[in-house]
């Protein structure tokens, strides 16, 4: 079996269809499923079970024989949450647990971290082990992956193998259930499909004009094919960024959006929200030799093949994958 938790999510629903593409049976959906919002993400996926996220550890005795490799993609992601204690409770306390039961059982695990413990980026985008105490996150979603990074470094008992990904500005379809956190692609699709327009934040400091922001945007199908291969090659054990490499603009991606709708571009600029604005990451680019290192030669589809490939293929018929 292979166990995949946050199954019904985003980028979890995608890794289940690609491990099923490569003839894997025996996948175990590990989520929430009282939340029906993301019921479409699953349909007509064969699977071997469907746990509750509340009774996989109950589940987890009676099989953990059975059980080849845990994909942990579960986790609260809302980045304009700032109720600590949420993320303590499903980013910490239930990490820990899956962490302590794949140690116990010496089950392979890869787990999800976020490019959000980079905080402001002081410190580069470098998955060194040594920066990591260092990190200064922007929001509690960042600061509860890092917390998680830090304590999985100072374990002994640890899984036979294992790799924390740092997942970097990840879109792609089966993100309709995400509501404000969905890419700024799906919501630019939906903004030029009602007005005609994409709005994007205004930026607020000096050294970057409006729509200049800069993130590392990497395509969902790329993102499962290297959790595949970490599960298949088990490289060294330890924390692994998840991007491209390369840092594209909002104005990229927006130009983008409307050439995968044979339109011209109609940007316009706001402020953005108080309440994230001094949260706020204005360039993030992945250092990937690690994960070049580690034998992983897969080349990353670019911004405009993966938006056109979403646009096209998945939000255009609101489709899933």
């Not at 706001?270 to 034998?295: C, H, V, W």
């Given at each position: 079996?292979?166990?995949?938790?946050?199954?019904?999510?985003?980028?979890?629903?995608?890794?289940?269809?690609?491990?099923?593409?490569?003839?894997?049976?025996?996948?175990?959906?590990?989520?929430?499923?009282?939340?029906s919002g993301k019921a479409g993400?699953?349909?007509?996926?064969?699977?071997?079970?469907?746990?509750?996220?509340?009774?996989?550890?109950?589940?987890?005795?009676?099989?953990?024989?059975?059980?080849?490799?845990?994909?942990?993609?579960?986790?609260?992601?809302?980045?304009?949450?700032?109720?600590?204690q949420v993320f303590e409770e499903?980013?910490?306390?239930?990490?820990?647990?899956?962490?302590?039961?794949?140690?116990?059982?010496?089950?392979?695990?890869?787990?999800?971290?976020?490019?959000?413990?980079?905080?402001?980026?002081?410190?580069?985008?470098?998955?060194?082990?040594?920066?990591?105490?260092?990190?200064?996150?922007?929001?509690?979603?960042?600061?509860?992956?890092?917390?998680?990074?830090?304590?999985?470094?100072?374990?002994?008992?640890?899984?036979?193998?294992?790799?924390?990904?740092?997942?970097?500005?990840?879109?792609?379809?089966?993100?309709?259930?995400?509501?404000?956190?969905?890419?700024?692609?799906?919501?630019?699709?939906?903004?030029?499909?009602?007005?005609?327009?994409?709005?994007?934040?205004?930026?607020?400091?000096?050294?970057?004009?409006?729509?200049?922001?800069?993130?590392?945007?990497?395509?969902?199908?790329?993102?499962?094919?290297?959790?595949?291969?970490?599960?298949?090659?088990?490289?060294?054990?330890?924390?692994?960024?998840?991007?491209?490499?390369?840092?594209?603009?909002?104005?990229?991606?927006?130009?983008?959006?409307?050439?995968?709708?044979?339109?011209?571009?109609?940007?316009?600029?706001?402020?953005?929200?108080?309440?994230?604005?001094?949260?706020?990451?204005?360039?993030?680019?992945?250092?990937?030799?690690?994960?070049?290192?580690?034998?992983?030669?897969?080349?990353?589809?670019?911004?405009?093949?993966?938006?056109?490939?979403?646009?096209?293929?998945?939000?255009?018929?609101?489709?899933?994958?």
């Amino acid at each position: 079996m292979i166990v995949v938790t946050g199954a019904a999510g985003f980028i979890g629903s995608c890794l289940i269809s690609k491990l099923l593409e490569s003839g894997h049976k025996e996948i175990v959906a590990v989520d929430d499923f009282s939340k029906s919002g993301k019921a479409g993400n699953l349909n007509g996926k064969p699977l071997a079970a469907r746990v509750s996220r509340n009774e996989f550890f109950d589940w987890l005795p009676l099989h953990e024989k059975e059980i080849r490799f845990v994909f942990h993609i579960g986790a609260r992601t809302d980045t304009t949450e700032f109720n600590m204690q949420v993320f303590e409770e499903l980013n910490l306390g239930y990490s820990k647990k899956v962490w302590e039961a794949c140690s116990g059982y010496q089950i392979p695990l890869v787990y999800a971290s976020s490019a959000a413990t980079y905080g402001s980026g002081e410190y580069g985008y470098d998955d060194r082990h040594d920066i990591v105490d260092r990190l200064r996150p922007l929001n509690p979603y960042g600061i509860s992956k890092n917390e998680f990074d830090k304590w999985a470094l100072m374990q002994t008992a640890t899984p036979p193998f294992w790799a924390g990904m740092k997942f970097f500005n990840v879109y792609g379809p089966n993100e309709y259930h995400k509501g404000r956190m969905a890419s700024v692609i799906f919501h630019s699709f939906n903004q030029i499909r009602q007005t005609g327009k994409v709005r994007l934040f205004r930026s607020h400091r000096p050294d970057f004009g409006d729509g200049g922001q800069l993130r590392d945007f990497i395509y969902v199908k790329d993102v499962v094919a290297v959790l595949e291969f970490m599960m298949n090659k088990r490289p060294q054990s330890g924390l692994y960024n998840l991007g491209t490499g390369k840092a594209r603009t909002f104005s990229d991606l927006a130009k983008a959006t409307f050439s995968a709708l044979n339109l011209e571009p109609d940007i316009e600029f706001i402020d953005t929200p108080a309440d994230i604005r001094d949260k706020y990451q204005y360039f993030t680019e992945a250092e990937m030799n690690k994960l070049r290192s580690a034998g992983y030669t897969g080349v990353f589809t670019s911004l405009e093949d993966g938006i056109s490939d979403y646009v096209r293929n998945y939000l255009a018929n609101n489709s899933y994958r």
